[in-house]
């Protein structure tokens, strides 16, 4: 959902097989609308 | 790796594995000690948004039509100079991802905005503001003409309005008030982070010793559904919770990420928030706020001969254990009723001493959803604080 270049699978498989004790990773998408 | 971390922000998903690396290996650099984290359950999940009323549907010139109309609402009270009106809505897509197989997805939709009215007379000058705020709800927005105009005269009555003799008060605190001290002055006290990293704070923030009358219960949780600070699971993947700080006046639990929770044995509080991609979760505040009591607004009143209404919030600090808060709005109380209002008042004191000078609880609720939470860099971080009135012994109150 977040980014068309990012799916599950292909984040999951970045995290997989690193040499650490814990891998995270967060995708935002935001949209915003300001009047000041 | 090896208790230290390594963190990377980028905007290009397609880079996505080159950076993971980046980080794992700056994690290794500075990792000398033993990871530890609290044990949580991966999960799976999906969180749809929960709309009321979609701010994304309607035109943004809708929008600004609607702001304009408040603005002359404002500009329209005699004696007003200026108005600031900001607002902003947010529609915000998260993924979170983790190496312990966590796969969880959120939206939501924050709506803030600011009001404030400035008048002037003879080189005086005085200012009256409101922020305001709702998760995935525009419903507010619609409703603030009556707002607007209270905030024109407000600002108008001020400049005729007398100073706070400077001393020492029975104080009562709207509910929007006594959030923001809750959240500031204790709230921020809670986080382990800062416990953790701090010597004087360990020997301070001691679980089992008594904060406050036994009336006195202090919450914090994402928990609690439909407010700003809601959420269901944290940056860590952690589901939402509610911790007891305070519970009959003793205090209780602090908040946690998963590291602190591990470091110092605690259980896991779903306290680890990032204000976007760019920041790494730290130990973060949600819904912060004080249980009610028991007592009507009239009954928290009726035994004070001389003292301080004060309501809303203006500004503040703290250091440590001491604050001072800014009211938005002050008015005497003279023999048990609500008197004249008064020029913007101050509120300072010792936190410790303060809340263990609560000594009446009203029994109503109110939430402040307006503004942001900001610490290490990440602001404005969506929160709540609220509390039901309550009153406060012996408060040293000047003008602002």
Redesign the interface.
């Known amino acids: ?6 799916d ?1 699978s ?7 097989g ?19 | ?2 208790g230290g971390w390594g963190f990377v922000s980028f905007n290009e ?2 880079e ?2 080159k950076r ?2 980046e ?2 290996e700056a ?2 650099h500075v990792g000398k000690e033993t ?1 530890q ?1 609290a044990e949580v359950a991966p999960v799976g999940d999906t969180v749809p948004l929960e709309l009321k009323n979609d ?2 549907t309607v035109p ?1 010139a809708v ?2 039509k609607m ?1 304009d109309r408040y603005n002359e609402t404002i500009l329209s009270v005699d004696g007003v100079t200026s108005t600031n ?16 197989g966590s ?1 969880i ?1 959120q939206e939501r939709i924050d709506v803030v905005s600011r009001l404030s009215a400035t008048a002037r007379k003879n080189g005086d000058m005085q200012q009256a503001s409101m922020s305001l705020g709702a998760l995935n709800d525009f419903s507010y927005v619609e409703t603030l003409g009556e707002t607007a105009r209270h905030l024109g005269e407000r600002a108008v009555e001020l400049l005729a309005a007398p100073y706070v003799e400077a001393g020492t008060y029975p104080v009562v605190l709207d509910p929007i008030l006594a959030g923001v001290f809750c959240h500031e002055a204790f709230g921020h006290l809670s986080e382990s982070d800062f416990v953790y990293e701090n010597e004087r704070m360990k020997e301070i923030m001691v679980l089992g010793r008594q904060f406050g009358q036994p009336h006195l219960n202090i919450v914090d949780g994402a928990a609690v559904p439909g407010l700003r600070g809601s959420f269901r699971y944290d ?3 952690v589901p939402a919770q509610k911790t007891d700080l305070i519970r009959d006046g003793i205090l209780v639990g602090r908040l946690h990420s998963r590291e602190t929770a591990g470091k110092m044995g605690e259980r896991v509080t779903g306290n680890a928030r ?1 204000l ?2 760019r920041f790494p979760p730290i130990v973060r505040m949600t819904n912060t706020y004080i249980e009610r009591g028991e007592m009507s607004f009239n009954d928290l009143i009726a035994d004070i001969d001389e003292g301080v209404y004060a309501r809303n919030w203006f500004g503040g600090t703290t250091s440590m254990e001491m604050f001072t808060f800014s009211a938005g709005e002050a008015y005497m109380i003279r023999n048990g009723k609500v008197a004249e209002l008064l020029r913007p008042v101050k509120l300072t004191g010792n936190l410790f001493t303060t809340l263990m000078n609560i000594d009446a609880l009203g029994n109503d609720m109110d939430f402040n959803q307006g503004g942001g939470c900001g610490k290490a860099g990440q602001m404005p971080l969506p929160v709540s604080n609220g509390s039901p009135h309550i009153r406060i012994r012996d408060v040293v109150v000047g003008e602002r």
């Open positions: 959902m977040v980014g068309d270049t990012a599950r292909e984040i999951e498989a970045a995290i997989r690193q040499r650490a004790d814990y891998v995270e990773v967060r995708l935002d998408e935001t949209g915003t609308n300001r009047i000041v | 790796m090896r998903p397609s996505l594995r993971v690396e980080a794992v994690a290794g990871s984290f701010p994304r943004l929008k600004k702001l009106i900001t607002y902003s809505d947010a529609h915000k897509r998260v993924l979170f991802a983790s190496s312990e796969y997805e940056d860590e993947g990032a976007d991609y």
